[in-house]
Antibody, heavy 120, light 107 residues
Framework: EVQLLESGGGLVQPGGSLRLSCAAS????????MSWVRQVPGKGLDWVSI????????YYADSVKGRFTISRDNSKNTLYLQMSSLRAEDTAVYYC?????????????WGQGTLVTVSS | DIQMTQSPSSLSASVGDRVTITCRAS??????LAWYQQRPGRVPKLLIY???TLQSGVSTRFSGSGSGTDFTLTISSLQPEDVATYYC?????????FGPGTKVDIK
């Protein structure tokens, strides 16, 4: 059974940093593209970033480029999102998501999410 | 960047009605289009990928069509469990932008 368990969310001050983790199990982690998607409660889905399976190619939404870094440790089956220079508008539930199948960037499965609140 | 729009933003229909949601890309994306369902308080769920391929385990009431810039999601016979917000997403190239969503409820 596929499981994606996010952690690391919480309250952080504007300008601060936070690192989210996503522990994956139930599939061959290294062969799947992984994404981060966020959602302000009550609002729509906002794509944040994606990292390929083995090559580690990364892409970002313009709104987070230069502030957020996606990475993965295939030996630990874990996805990360390092967030810095955080702003109030980064407040959201952050979902870790798995590619539908190997070789595709289409999201097939979502974690339960972790809430990040940026506030003084 | 390619922008994604959806219409309508919300709709109310009766049980058994046929419901159609439209998604439009500002530039052609071939068939790299997915549809997701998000029920209230739940995480999103993949319904359709490659514009028209039904994800395994998803009810055959759902179907997708389109290519290029114009896409549709159809629910053939609306059921109470279909109350949700539906999102389209492009994934031909980054950024993998989502549409703004269409909220569906029962009249």
């Amino acid at each position: 059974e596929v499981q994606l368990l996010e952690s690391g969310g919480g309250l952080v001050q504007p300008g601060g940093s936070l690192r989210l983790s996503c522990a994956a199990s139930g599939f061959t982690f290294s062969t799947y593209a992984m994404s981060w998607v966020r959602q302000v409660p009550g609002k729509g889905l906002d794509w944040v970033s994606i990292i390929s399976g083995s090559s580690g190619n990364t892409y970002y939404a313009d709104s987070v480029k230069g502030r957020f870094t996606i990475s993965r440790d295939n030996s630990k089956n874990t996805l990360y999102l390092q967030m810095s220079s955080l702003r109030a508008e980064d407040t959201a539930v952050y979902y870790c998501a798995k590619g539908r199948e190997t070789g595709t960037t289409n999201i097939g499965y979502w974690g339960q999410g972790t809430l990040v609140t940026v506030s003084s | 960047d390619i922008q994604m729009t959806q219409s309508p933003s919300s709709l109310s229909a009766s049980v058994g009605d046929r419901v159609t949601i439209t998604c439009r890309a500002s530039q052609g994306i071939s068939n790299y289009l997915a549809w997701y369902q998000q029920r209230p308080g739940r995480v999103p769920k993949l319904l359709i990928y490659a514009a028209s391929t039904l994800q395994s385990g998803v009810s055959t009431r759902f179907s997708g069509s389109g290519s290029g810039t114009d896409f549709t999601l159809t629910i053939s016979s609306l059921q109470p469990e279909d109350v949700a917000t539906y999102y389209c997403q492009k994934y031909n190239s980054a950024p993998h932008t989502f549409g703004p969503g269409t909220k569906v409820d029962i009249k």
